[in-house]
């Protein structure tokens, strides 16, 4: 079983590949795949068998060149599983994965298992409404699991072998030419994707996120936003939680000013628990909220942020 | 210049949307509609072939007979012609399967003249799991990696996108031709006009089976087969206030009740 260990350039690990060896590791022997190169934190990938650092030969960003990276560990290693994080990224490596080697793929996974040797994965769909069970019947296995679905273990056991490999070019890739590219630096938040604590402001807020940043520092949440916010320009698109941005699959869930469209809860309704502050009482959020608040998130957010500041003295 | 758009019939996601017994997505259920982020797909084809001048959009579909009305729609956003794959063989395909239908219905159109640029939604909202269009610029040995795009533009043979990505922002260039798939940020769809519908009618929609794009039903079997399908239980325990001045220490209290912060 390989898993894809995505990073930063700096070669910081995403949150979410801690919760993938975590998730490997529960099914058997599991190997990191690390592409580029960037130094390897060796020590934060304790429980891995080996690591395979492969060189591409174009940008390391490049989906295609991933996917080469992967199809030579797969060559070396004879893996019959392979499970990333799943991004609109990683989706378009997986897409080649399927094309290139005939892999079965499931996207948005929350819950991988071995049955009967083959891969089933859970999921849920139809904007979080029905939960399904997919088997893989191809031989290779390719599961993009949701970053918040398993809680990342410290990393414990021996530190991983490093195997070098170097990834074969192709033609079509090398086509593409990377004119810019600017990673952003991080908000000083938590990573929206995987982070335990996530509020989202809304139309509502308008324009106005200083009541959600407010509660964000207490509960040391992520910031994230609906698309209206998102194409009004009041936050970066980055934010954007929904069909079309980024899926959350939080502990805790605050919705402030946002009234639950079907592309916004597609992107959250596996929150553990959900909390809508607004002032509308027929917004569709409280059909599927735990604790709704019909009422001004101006009044409202700020009084909850006081009152946890009291509590916590 | 020959741009090729391929759009989906999807239920309406404001409607109830279930599963069948066979973990198959109900698809007749009368409310279908494009896919929200093919509009974006269709504008961007549609300005770009504007741009160019002298250039042919062609919409693609594939998807059961009522599926044509996606087509018809880009038809009267103003596409030229229309092209449906229409194969009871199709039902209950994977991305990868349709990927490589569309694959085969582009080479045919292609018969027909050169296509210089594939453009695609980022995700339909029925799957939702945005294989399409990486796996069909795969099947098409296209350059990859150009998709999600929030801005398109052709220039002297190439294409350029501007993608924002979770950590990253980027843009990219590959010589045409390519693929791109956009995402709904890319442009503000356009609404047909009298006009668009009323000369929509007359645009020829080309119907084609698997037989016809030369592909083998065996070569799509699916390789993910659903187990069993649930609908959500709804959320139990759960609280509605009106704040009339302490809803915000109540909400505090909540969160602390239930081990929240």
């Given amino acids: ?313 | 210049m020959r741009i090729v758009v391929a759009v989906k019939h999807v239920p309406d996601i404001q409607a109830d949307r279930s599963l069948a017994d066979d973990g198959r997505l109900v698809r007749d259920g009368g409310d279908g509609t494009l896919n929200e982020v093919d509009e974006n797909a269709v504008e961007a084809a549609l300005v770009l072939a504007e741009q160019v001048g002298d250039a042919e959009v062609v919409a693609l579909t594939m998807g059961p007979p009522d599926a044509v009305d996606a087509v018809k729609r880009a038809l009267q956003m103003g596409a030229g012609s229309a092209v449906h794959v229409l194969d009871d063989a199709l039902a209950g395909s994977d991305a990868l399967g349709t990927a490589r239908v569309l694959a085969a219905a582009i080479r045919k159109v292609a018969e027909g003249g050169p296509v210089d640029l594939v453009v695609t939604g980022m995700a339909a909202t029925d799957g939702l799991t945005s294989l399409v269009p990486a796996a069909l610029a795969s099947e098409l040995g296209l350059p990859p990696a150009l998709t999600q795009a929030v801005e398109v533009t052709l220039d002297g043979g190439a294409v350029t996108v501007r993608r924002e990505l979770d950590h990253a922002d980027e843009t990219l260039r590959a010589p045409l031709p390519a693929l791109v798939s956009v995402s709904d940020s890319a442009n503000e769809a356009r609404y047909p006009n009298f006009a668009g519908i009323m000369a929509a009618r007359k645009k020829p929609v080309t119907v084609w089976s698997l037989a016809d794009l030369g592909v083998d039903p065996a070569d799509i079997a699916p390789r993910t087969r659903v187990l069993d399908a649930a609908p959500r239980p709804p959320r139990a325990d759960r609280v509605l206030v009106t704040d009339t001045g302490d809803a915000g220490a109540k909400l505090a209290a909540y969160l602390v009740e239930h081990k929240l912060v």
């Fill in chain 1, 1 to 313: 079983m390989l898993v894809l260990l995505d990073h930063a350039d700096s070669g910081a690990l995403r949150p979410s590949a801690l919760e993938l060896i975590t998730l490997a590791r529960s099914l058997g022997d599991a190997e990191g795949v690390w592409v580029g190169s960037a130094p390897v934190p060796l020590e934060a990938l304790a429980g891995l068998t080996r690591v395979h650092r492969v060189a591409v030969p174009y940008d390391e960003h490049l989906a295609s060149a991933i996917d080469e990276a992967l199809s030579a560990a797969i060559d070396a290693t004879g893996a019959s599983v392979v499970l990333l994080a799943s991004t609109f990224d990683n989706k378009d490596v997986a897409a080649r994965l399927g094309v290139g080697r005939g892999a079965g793929v499931v996207t948005d996974a929350d819950a991988v298992a071995l049955e009967g040797g083959r891969v089933v994965a859970a999921k849920t769909v139809l904007a979080g409404t029905w939960t399904t069970r997919v088997e893989v019947v191809a031989p290779l296995a390719v599961v993009l699991v949701k970053t918040g679905s398993v809680p990342a273990d410290e990393p414990t056991g021996g530190t991983p072998e490093v195997v070098e490999h170097t990834a074969g070019a192709t033609h079509a890739t090398g086509l593409v030419e990377v004119v810019e590219r600017t990673e952003r630096a991080g908000t000083g938040r938590p990573d929206l994707a995987s982070a335990q604590v996530v509020i989202v402001g809304g139309r509502g807020t308008e324009g106005d996120f200083g009541p959600v940043e407010e509660l964000a520092d207490v509960l040391g949440a992520a910031i994230g936003a609906t698309r209206v916010a998102t194409d009004e320009g009041w936050i970066g698109r980055d934010a954007q939680v929904g069909q079309t941005g980024v899926t959350v699959s939080p502990r805790l869930y605050v919705g402030a000013g946002v009234s639950g469209a079907v592309h916004h809860r597609g992107g959250m309704q596996s929150a553990g628990t959900i909390v809508a502050v607004d002032i509308d009482p027929d917004a569709p959020i409280f059909e599927i909220a735990d604790f709704g608040v019909v009422g001004d998130l101006f009044t409202v957010l700020p009084q909850a942020a006081a009152e946890l500041r009291r509590l916590r003295g």
